[in-house]
């Protein structure tokens, strides 16, 4: 484990944004929310919890261009726009996006490989941060999560007046010994006292106990014929804020663009809430808001562990339970069905 | 080989059969005059035309076919529209191919085959009949019923007539919906006309058409004494990237895009009625 | 109230008057409120709530309900009530198959507002309308329910219900002397360039999620124009970020003249983007061009942007009037 101390963090950002991005939580005073920002000198890690968006930007954009069209006549000609990502490092990733990054990993590094995201994926580095005051929202732990103990390239907390970096891969050993000149080697003290005191804090989430026993694979049918999905969904306005700030929804829509000089075929983030979101040329198979909001926790809950061994797609970030319009959210849904079960 | 799943070949439309009123058949191959990549039969390729859209097709020819491929294309849609209105030497973009197969090569192997199709449904299993017709040995008996619904609507209806039914391996049963003047074969539904039928029960069915119909006919078949394990069908129409990922194509915990299209009958069932 | 409240939806129900009630359920935090059907006593009993943290804005679910069997009770706030009646005008709402009963409102806490002034772990919230008591998971502390208010609350227009069959608690008036154009004459003030900066960085933050469109009453339209992708105005995801900022000024124009100011588009919004201050601008030009109005106050008044008078400013004249941009 390394160290350095607090106020030497502006020597560490300087010297890892002089040779490649460096993206660090910020306060944004115009909506006074923390979001991910580029370092450069002035900028100071913000102290907020998470940022409004999650950091699944880094590696799946809200939009991204796939490729270019030149159109004559009837011949077409397409362009691979596609270039080398530059490196960049994340600084700040809290436990739960951290996460979050596996459970995207494997949708778009699976077969076929999804080179966009890949790509991104490659040339990041990703630093953690432990958790000191977790929200009343924060349901991490029931996914398994160790908010004091965050996974990523470095893993990093900050306690007293320091901050302790250890790195978890290849890619976090070579990111240290870039910057090996600003760290001092140290023992694991003031991290393990940290993590004993929070861990404290941990024990009195509210949705600390959240119960996912019944969210299993043979419980499919049973949970998709739940009576409560109608009273659950009744509300819901069928906007996309849930899905847009999850780090882990990664549903996404192709588009083409007409500039006029050619077409440009883009990626955007779509969501499973919107009305047209299944509909095409043959009819919609989900009429209804019932059965979009259904799709949502089913998928997250049931449809992505059947297909990744056990692992649930929301890592309990409570992004969404803090900006649904209606206050309807997965903590709800898991407490309804769960007494239902 | 860096897979590009989203970067599409750019194909060239070489000919265009008018099949129906509303049904064009469409002859692709590569610029370089090949065919654009191999399938087996039952999988689907993502067609579109920059600015105006991309949908998926399932590849109506045989894989046996080493010249080109065709895609048999209703038009129900924008870009399908804008395909009918193409001429030849018209340049598409293509990708794929997505999806698995009929099991041709294993379940469907050395078993007697009944097609059962309505519509527009014949596209997906013309590819597997000329591939069983051009594999004739390595299977038992094939039957095709097939319904539209007039004689105008029946789509391939010259291979029909001058290829299948003349292929002494192969019972063609033809039907329309409506009586109609210069039709002397069957009149009435595929549902009901299965039923009269009444096909031999060791026969493997590969049944495809609007939805109804394939309600309808799965449940006659029952009837009949078939079991939902025999009966296979293909679900292309909800895949939507192609590559399993953009999150539309589930039914349940499956995905069409990469557990299908093409299903059993039997594994459907075990699935939430979201299809 | 709310025991009155409860208690008059009970008897409805028990009379068969209304087959369902429109009202707020209780969450898991005290906050956390979720506007919510109840068809039952046992439900009204175990989750209706109605206190200073019921923000939801219920008229527009009235547009599906008023379809179903049976009439639905809905309980308004007073600026509920001008989205009511501005629904009514608008011939979206069934009329005959709603009951409603306007409710006192004395502006509501908002927990984006609370969390701002540096709180964080809450998990209970209570008001007894003077003040907030907030417990955190690091401790409890008190305020002033006034600083607990969102600014659209703060600068509340009216605490008169427009529309109602059945009032419960005491009618309250037109609040003349509100403060809800402080801000857009602020924006007015700047230079063009600073006018452009402020709403470029304001609108980069958008999402895209729909959640301001998605809860406005005013946009009712069954097919959105940016759903539909035959209108040629398509746009799901931004293909580069100007467009996004088109959709939240396309859709300001559209509700001009029929936006009453609820508010609800800033309190949604996940990013925090005061998308109300586009709309009071359009209230604002409104007044000082075609003479006070306010959308939904009356429903039978026909609306200045749909009403052609001699007396109607040419686009010359409105840049005589101030030239104000």
Redesign the interface.
Known sequence: MFTLPVSKLNDLFAAVASTRKLYLPVD?E????A?YKVWHEGVTLSNA?NT??SAKDFFFP??EN??D?K?EG?????I?TRTESEDFVVFGVRACDARSFDILDR??L???????YKNRREHGVIVTLACT????TCFCTVFGIDPTNPAGDVSGWIAGENLYLSANTEKGEAFLSSVSKLLAESDDEAVKAQQAEVKE?LK????GSLDLTPFK?EN??KL??SKRWK?LS??C?????C???CPTC?????????TGHG??????????M?????R???GN??LTQV?RFR?RF??KL??YP??NEGIYSCVGCGRC?A?C?????I??VIKALGEEA | M?????????GVVTDIRIDTPDVKTFRVVGLDGNKLFEHMPGQCAMLSI??????MFSITSSPTNKEFMEFSIKK?????SWLHMM?P?????VRGPYGNAFPVETALKGKDLLFIAGGIGLAPLRSVINYVRDKRDQYGDIQVIYGSRSKADLVDYQEIINEWMADPGVEVNLTIDREEEGWDGHVGFVPNFVKELSPDLNKTVLLCGPPIMIKFTLAGLKELGFTETQVYTTME??M??G??????C?I??K?VCKDGPVFRFDELD?L?N?? | MQSEMIKRAKELLASGEVARVVGWKA???D???????FTTAEELDSAFLYNDLCE?NLSK?MIAQSRKEGKTLVFLKPCDTYSFSQLLKEHRILRENVYVIGVPCDGKVDVDTVK?TGL????SMTSDGETVTVK???GDSTMSKADAMSERCINCKSKKHVVYDELLGEEGDVVADNHRFDMVEKIEAMTPDERFEFWR??LS?C?????C???CPACSCEKCVF?NEQSGAFN????DSFEENMFHIIRAFHVAGRCTDCG?CS??C????PLHLLNRKFIKDINELYGEYQAGENADERAPLNTFTTEDVEPSIVYERGGKQ
């Open positions: 944004d115009a909506s006074g929310h979001e919890l409004a968006r809200q939009t796939l490729v069209f159109m009837k011949t077409i000609e397409v691979d949708v778009f699976a077969e076929p490989v999804d080179s966009y005051r977790p929200e009343e804090i009195k989430l509210p949705l694979p499919l049918l998709f014929d009273d009744e509300a306005l069928g906007c996309g804020s899905t847009f700030v990664q549903c996404y829509d192709i588009r083409d663009f007409d077409i440009k075929r883009y990626r955007c983030w779509d969501s499973c919107y009305s047209d979101f299944t095409m040329a043959h198979p989900r059965e799709q089913m998928h049931v449809y059947s297909n339970l900006k319009p209606i206050s309807m959210n903590a709800k | 860096d897979l590009e799943t989203l970067i599409p070949k750019v920059p600015g105006v859209g991309e949908a129900c849609g924008c870009l399908t001429e030497g018209q340049q598409i973009t129409l909800r939507k990237c590559v399993g990922k953009c999150g539309r589930n349940g915990d995905y075990e939430p979201e299809y | 969450g898991e935090f906050y956390d409120i979720t506007p919510g059907v939801a679910y701002a964080t772990g809450i998990c955190t998971l690091y960085n304001e933050r999402i895209r999620c729909n959640a469109r998605n809860v759903d799901k995801g931004a293909s609800e309190r949604v996940p990013q925090n983007i």
